[in-house]
């Protein structure tokens, strides 16, 4: 009767301590799945501000280099603005 019981008791405990450890892989499995997807929104983030960055370095040397063409494009439409633009059909000399 006493052998039993042991039996019982064992019977009982082993498929609760498995059924409990395999929760506890289940759980480990998550949190392994969160740090990654952290991590990898940390090197995304990473890299695409890298990627902005240089892009703003880009243009900026672009600008800076190329800025006499730059300004004389912009420039002389500022001028020819404020100096009152000739219209398409009208002639150049003044009667």
């Known amino acids: ?3 039993e019981q042991k039996v019982r008791k064992w019977a009982f ?3 609760m301590v498995a059924i409990a450890s395999q929760f ?10 969160a740090f990654f997807a952290i991590g990898f929104a940390a090197l995304t983030l990473v890299v ?4 902005l960055l240089q892009k703003g370095w880009e243009l900026a040397a ?7 063409r730059w300004m004389t494009r ?3 439409r500022a001028v020819i603005g ?3 633009e000739i219209e398409p059909g009208q002639s150049r000399r003044r009667s």
């Open 48 to 51: 695409l501000s890298l990627y």
């Open 13 to 15: 405990w082993l498929p």
């Open 24 to 33: 506890y892989f289940i759980k480990e499995l998550l949190v392994a799945f």
């Open 74 to 76: 912009w420039g002389a």
């Open 62 to 68: 672009v600008r800076i280099f190329d800025s006499e």
């Open 1 to 3: 009767m006493m052998a």
């Open 82 to 84: 404020r100096s009152g």
